[in-house]
């Protein structure tokens, strides 16, 4: 049974309704409800399919000087909608750097990786720019996810590895961050929940991604992408504010 039925584009559209619903629970629904939680943990898928995609992206594009300039004018636009709608109490108030500066140094770290020969400067950058996604949405694990798709490559069981790993770190991290918060079967749930998303990822990538893109609209597409993330952080950040 033919089973690669999904292209990129389809996969991202999918990634922007599940990043909408992280959103949603973020900035409007009580945490630990169960929709909440719910909501949360699909979101968790968005993250690193984007994570897979840029490394693939940056595989195939045609400048990288154009990709790291979209995603840095993208960052810019993104960080008021974002604050806006992260911000807990008043208007608004810096919550850290958005999402499309963390894929921007997920990027400065694949291109340290291609262009720096120097094994000892290569490791300073990559660690710098590790360091420097500490300010960011998705801090430390985004460039892990990043180093492990650039490892995995083309091969679909090193892919497969890799949202593997990735998937057992990010639970571990919540396990760690639910101690003490959580009596120990509540907290083997919270951390199960957060992998649930990062593995329905891996299962979509690896079984049903064909590896192409949609034929038609793809200009659409590749900008919708784009305009989406700041548009609905500021719809939401609108929304909060009105309620």
């Known amino acids: 049974m033919r089973t690669k039925i999904w292209n990129r584009d389809v996969i991202k559209y999918i990634a922007m309704f599940t990043m909408l619903l992280n959103h949603i629970s973020t900035v409007f629904l009580e945490p630990g409800h169960i929709l909440s939680e719910i909501f949360l943990d699909i979101g968790y898928f968005t993250a690193i ?127 760690a961050g639910g101690i003490g918060r959580f009596s120990a079967a509540a907290n083997f749930l919270y951390a199960l929940g957060g992998m649930a998303g990062i593995a329905l990822a891996g299962i979509v990538i690896v079984c049903f991604y064909n590896g192409q893109r949609m034929e038609r609209g793809r200009n659409f597409s590749k900008w919708f992408f784009y305009l989406f993330y700041p548009a609905h952080l500021l719809v939401l950040g609108i929304i909060r504010l009105c309620l």
């Not at 992206?57 to 990709?67: C, D, M």
Request: with cysteine; net charge positive; proline share 2%.
């Open 49 to 175: 399919v984007m994570c897979c995609f840029l490394v693939e992206g940056f595989r195939y594009t045609r400048s990288k000087k154009r990709y790291a300039l979209r995603l840095g004018i993208f960052a810019l636009l993104s960080e008021i909608p974002y604050c806006l709608a992260m911000t807990e109490n008043g208007v608004l108030e810096f919550c850290g750097l958005n999402m499309m500066f963390t894929l921007l140094i997920c990027f400065l770290i694949l291109l340290s990786l291609e262009r720096i020969a120097n094994p000892v400067l290569k490791t300073a950058a990559v660690a710098g720019l590790i360091l420097l996604s500490l300010f960011s949405d998705w801090a430390l694990l985004a460039p892990v996810f990043t180093l492990l798709f650039a490892w995995a490559g083309q091969s679909k069981h090193k892919t497969a590895a890799a949202f593997a790993i990735s998937a057992l770190l990010f639970g571990l991290l919540n396990f």
